[in-house]
């Protein structure tokens, strides 16, 4: 069974600078999908980002990125130039992508505080 | 596009009571899935539809749940005979078919008294 591990329940930083989330998680799967979603206290889940495991070269969407290191089987994010309207839970989650369904396996989620 | 839609927002039921979610997703999406998220944990998958097909439920899925996507529109979860344990979020996603890309609705907050 996959699992996703997220060590930091909570984390905080200030307005413009840098943070960093980790995510490690279990497969035996050679070939999967992993995501990081943001959910801020309107509920709503909403996709940060999302990296193929096949392909080697880092994820980045504007001011996120992360940092897969597949032997590792970690894969963190990185939030540049913080805003105030980062702040919300960060959701690591992975999918192999089995018979086309996009079924995905959470963590527990790391409450992110940016303060001004 | 309007975005996942979720009915009711807040659901309050006595234990042994029958309840009844609904999930709008987004109109050219074929996949819809329900996910139910507890109280510090992430979200669980409960079940997947594409179209009118349910392709794939998950062992959380007990008998006393059943999901249904007539027509492969909007979806409905139900739960018969309600326990505490069944208190939660339960969300509903559909998607674009960019793999991995959920669109999520707010969700609906039931809790079991």
């Known amino acids: 069974a996959q699992t996703v591990t997220q060590s930091q329940p909570e984390m905080s930083v200030q307005e413009a600078e840098t943070v960093t989330l980790s995510c490690t998680y279990d497969?035996?799967?050679?070939?999967?999908?992993l995501f990081w979603y943001k959910q801020p206290p309107s509920r709503q889940m909403i996709l940060v980002i999302r990296?193929?495991?096949?392909?080697?070269q880092n994820a980045t969407e504007n001011r996120f990125s992360v940092n897969f290191q597949k032997a590792a089987k970690s894969f963190s994010l990185k939030i540049s130039d913080s805003q105030l309207g980062d702040t919300a839970m960060y959701f690591c989650?992975?999918?192999?992508?089995?018979?086309?369904?996009?079924?995905?396996?959470f963590g527990k989620g790391t409450k992110l505080t940016v303060n001004p | 596009d309007t975005g996942v839609s979720q009915d009711p927002r807040h659901k309050i039921t006595k234990r042994g009571q029958n309840v009844t979610f609904r999930c709008d997703p987004i109109?050219?999406?074929?996949?819809l899935y329900w996910y139910r998220q507890t109280l510090g944990q992430g979200p669980e998958f409960l079940t997947y539809?594409?179209?009118?097909?349910?392709?794939?439920k998950s062992r959380l899925l007990s008998d006393r749940f059943s999901a249904e996507r007539p027509k492969g529109s909007f979806s409905t979860l139900e739960i018969q005979r309600t326990e505490q344990g069944d208190s939660a979020m339960y969300l509903c996603a559909s998607s674009t078919g960019t793999f991995g890309k959920l669109f999520f609705g707010s969700g609906t907050q039931l809790s079991v008294l």
């Open positions: 497969t035996s799967e050679s070939n999967y999908y």
């Open positions: 109109s050219e999406h074929n996949r």
């Open positions: 989650a992975f999918s192999t992508g089995q018979g086309g369904s996009e079924k995905l396996v």
């Open positions: 990296q193929e495991a096949y392909k080697q």
């Open positions: 539809f594409q179209n009118e097909a349910q392709l794939e």
